[in-house]
Every structure is written in C-alpha cells, then in structure tokens.
C-alpha cells in the first residue's frame, strides 16, 4: 500500500528560501528530512543527554529509512506566485564603529507561494511498521516548513493514491518535459552529516570577556551548508508523456554484459519468460497484476501490460537508446501509457534489483544498470520523404484462426494489431461471439487506423513452440514475418511497438523499414 506523508499550510501560503536568500519554489524532500530531525532532536520524543537534547535511536532509524528510500512521487498542488519586490533594512546587533548609528542590510522579501491544496511526498511501499509509527510521532512536532512565517501541520497516510510527479530513477542529461522540477534530497549519510554539524558547531567554548567585547568591525556570523549527502531528484508530471495514446509510453534498458555467444532469435521468447520470472521474484507477494497480468475472472484486461523484449542494436534506433546498448544485447522491459503510476515505481524499484537472469538453471545472463527512455521516441525519425513501413519477426497469431469464412496470415497480423491499439479503437463487442469479435476488430483496425499488410510469410523453424510462451489446445504454433503499414494509428512513426501473441514476452517486435515497401507475395 501507497503511503505518503502531507503538508497542509492553514494559511495557504508557502514561504522558503535557499541559497543567497532565493525564493525556494517547493518545499524539498532535503528540507522535510531536515525539519523531521529537528523535530526529533527538540520534540517529545527527544532525549537528555548531557544536559542537551538529542534524538533518539528509532527516529534516527525512520530518518535514515527516508534517506535510502526517496519518495516515488510528488503531489503538487496549482501554486501562483508574484515577486512582491519589497525589502527592509533589519537591526542585526552588530556595531560598526567607522558608521554612525546601527549596522541595518537590506534583506528583500522573496514573497510566497499561494497554494490550492496540500503538499504529499509519496512512496509506493509503506515503511516497516516502527518506521511508519516514528514518523507518525514526528509529524505533529514539525512547527513550519520553510520560513518561520509559514506555519505547517503534517501528517502520514496511507492509500495515498495517484499523484502529480513521478521521480525519474536516473534522470537523462537531455532536456525534460515541461513543469518537471528538480528538489533536493537527502542521501544515505545525510542525518549524521547534520548532526555532526550541529554538534561541531555547538561544541566549542563560550568566549571570554575580553573576547566578546564590542570591535571596531564586527561581522554577521553565518554558518557553512551542510551539503554532505545530499542529491538531487527530478520529478517529472505524470501527464507529461508524449502520447499516452501509444501502447507502451515507458521502458527501461538493461543491457546484457557481453558473452561468448548472442542469444539468438528461437531463444529469445525462453530468455524474456526467465526475466519475467525474476522480475516477480524480487517484488515477492506485493507484484502488480500489471507484470503477472494473471486477472482474475471477470475483470477487464487492460489491452497491454508490462512487455519484456530482447533487443539487438539497430541503426535506426533513437541516439539514446543506441547509447544504452553500446552495440550488443539487452532487455526493454516497458510499461503501458495508461498505467498505474503506484504499480510503475513498484516495477522500477524491481528492474533497478535485477541483475542476473538464469534459465533452466545452467546459463545465465549478467546485466548492467537500467537506464529509462521514453517508448515513444524508441526508433529514430523517419529518414526525408521516405514511407516508414515496419517489419515484424517471428510473430505468433494471437490464438485460433476464427470459424466462418477464409482467414490469412494477413488477416491475423491485422487481428493482432487490433489487440495492441484495442483500447484506441473503441470497438463494441456486446453481443458477438468470439469468431465475430476476432473478424470486426480486424476489419475495425483496417477502417479507423488505415494499417495494411504489405507482405507475410510463414516460417518453418525447427522448434515452432519456442515462439511462444503459452499455447492453448488445439492451436498450431505458425511464427511469420509480415512487413505492415500503421496508417494513422497513435505511436506508428517512432514507438515501440510489439504484436502477436508473444508480444509481452519476446515476440513479434516491430523494427522499422525506411524506403518503398518491399515486393511480398500477398495471401
């Protein structure tokens, strides 16, 4: 279950600042840490030691749990802010002897934030049940959060629900979409790193008579920023991808350590079915149904779910996905644009765990760091005034041929395009049997996306049944290639795109083709 932590301002304004005295734009998860570890060295649960106050040993536990555990996600509410362009000249006590009267600087009023609504940091997992009752202590002891004027009541939920901005595990270095923001965040190591601070600080003697006396010059004293452990974490909004529409919007990229031999094509399903499975043994208990996709009876299956392929490098892939290959192997494991933003960082916390995937306990594959892309941008554009058209290997008819007329490999490239774009196509099935549904999807594809298949040829593998991942009685396993045309449909000039019935689990992956379409025997 979500849980979050909320910051609710009574008078509908925030107010901070960082570094020279800048309006700060949102309260940080760095600046939460921070006034959670003061509220547990000055609050109720604070302990005596040495004649001082010191925090103890379980909120320092709970604070460290929010150093290795960075909220997944951000609700933002809608904010206005105006520069009032005020100042006033302030008494700092300070004497300057070669001035007459008091030493007064100038300090600017940065002004506010008016807030519609409150403020959540939110993680896709709730913390250990210590960590989640400290916190629940602390939250009442945080006074304000930011400047002294703008007051704070937190406070912890759980079933938090969706939120604004979900946090990019690795933030590329090219530009973000718009309204991402960028906030400090503590790191592991940041809660000593203040304490030692704060007692390096305080440690010291207080100065003799002669010592504190008045100077000629006496200067503002301003301590060192502590920037020990601490990061920096982008957040970006969640209805910020570029076309939701497209079947898979998100995916990450684990490149496979380089081997003595590649995997090859007939093993590729195999390879994606022993990540899959690793995939759900990290997570254990808690995995979304969105990577089982094991729904239970009655209830609506999502067009797609999370798609795992083994990839190649190709030369026209986007110049950041190419990166992330460095030219060998490695697994996409992408995630649909309509997808629970909860049930995606749940599955980001499980791709960032994996590193090995083995297959019948003998072989097994060693992978690098994730890196996350954006599937809609997946291939690279279109080369000028060249007809993209795709090319489909070793896909797999997605279940029976229907009874009730002829059926081609054509019509089943066109059927399994309809099961990709389903959603996007709005077809109503109410009343037709499954022979009928399968030949109106079909045919709607054709209408409202424009797609055309171009070429299909069956192949003669082997071993036909390593194509797929799960066959049901009666079916004859029948990979084929298809060159197609996807028309209008959402995503059809740079997305990644899979078809067939192996689609989320290595089959039948579109590479693009750029030029006139090749000559095929039509069926």
């Known amino acids: 279950m979500s849980f979050a932590i909320v910051a609710e301002y009574p008078l509908g304004i925030y107010r901070g600042s960082v570094s020279e005295g800048e309006a700060d734009p949102w309260p940080s998860p760095a600046r939460l840490h921070a006034a959670l570890l003061s509220a547990a060295a000055l609050g109720t649960n ?303 916390r499980a791709v960032d765990q994996l590193r090995r995937v083995t297959r019948h306990g003998t072989r097994s594959l060693k992978l690098g760091r994730a890196v996350e892309i954006d599937t809609t941008r997946f291939w690279s554009a279109p080369v000028s005034d060249a007809r993209r058209t795709w090319a489909a290997t070793a896909a797999v008819p997605d279940g029976r041929n229907p009874r009730g007329g002829s059926w081609t490999l054509s019509d089943a490239a066109k059927y399994s395009v309809a099961l990709v774009f389903r959603d996007h196509l709005n077809v109503t099935m109410e009343g037709l049997n499954w022979d009928q549904r399968v030949r109106s999807l079909a045919a709607t594809v054709v209408k409202v996306g424009g797609i055309d298949v171009l070429a299909a040829r069956r192949l003669a593998p082997p071993r036909p049944e390593l194509y797929v991942h799960r066959t049901q009685p009666g079916v004859v396993v029948t990979p084929y290639t298809a060159e197609l045309d996807l028309g209008v449909l959402p995503g059809g000039g740079r997305a990644f795109i899979a078809i067939g019935q192996s689609r989320h689990l290595g089959g039948g992956l579109l590479t693009p083709i750029d030029g006139r379409p090749q000559e095929g025997v039509r069926e």
């Open 46 to 348: 604070a302990q005596e030691q040495a004649g001082r106050l010191h925090p103890c040993d379980a909120d320092i536990e709970a604070l460290e749990w929010i150093e290795a555990n960075a909220p997944g996600g951000l609700v933002l509410p809608n904010a206005s802010r105006k520069a009032t362009g005020v100042g006033s000249f302030r008494d700092i006590g300070l004497l300057n002897l070669k001035m007459r009267g008091k030493k007064r600087p100038l300090k600017n009023d940065h002004g506010g934030a008016a807030l519609a609504g409150s403020i959540k940091w939110v993680w896709a997992e709730s913390p250990p049940k210590q960590v989640r009752e400290r916190l629940r202590d602390l939250c009442p002891d945080v006074p304000y959060l930011g400047d002294a004027d703008s007051p704070v009541r937190l406070r912890i939920v759980e079933g938090a629900g969706p939120f604004t901005h979900r946090r990019e595990p690795r933030p590329a270095l090219t530009a973000t979409a718009a309204g991402a923001v960028e906030l400090a965040a503590p790191r592991p190591g940041r809660t000593a790193a203040l304490r030692s601070a704060f007692h390096e600080i305080n440690a010291c003697k207080p100065p003799t008579s002669s010592a504190d006396k008045a100077n000629t010059d006496e200067r503002e004293r301003t301590e060192p920023t502590v920037m020990n452990a601490l990061g920096h974490d982008r957040y970006v909004p969640v209805s910020a991808v570029t076309d939701r529409r497209s079947p898979w919007t998100l995916a990450w990229i684990l490149p496979i350590v380089p081997e003595y031999r590649k995997v090859c094509e007939e093993e590729r399903v195999g390879w994606c079915v022993a990540a899959h499975r690793a995939l759900i043994s990290i997570r254990g208990d808690d995995v979304p149904l969105l990577l089982t996709g094991a729904y239970a009876d009655g209830v609506r299956r999502p067009a797609n779910r999370v798609a795992i392929q083994l990839v190649d490098a190709h030369d026209a892939m986007a110049p950041g996905v190419k990166n992330a290959l460095d030219g060998g192997q490695a697994f996409v494991v992408a995630v649909p644009g309509d997808a629970d933003p909860r049930e995606v960082e749940v599955i980001a």
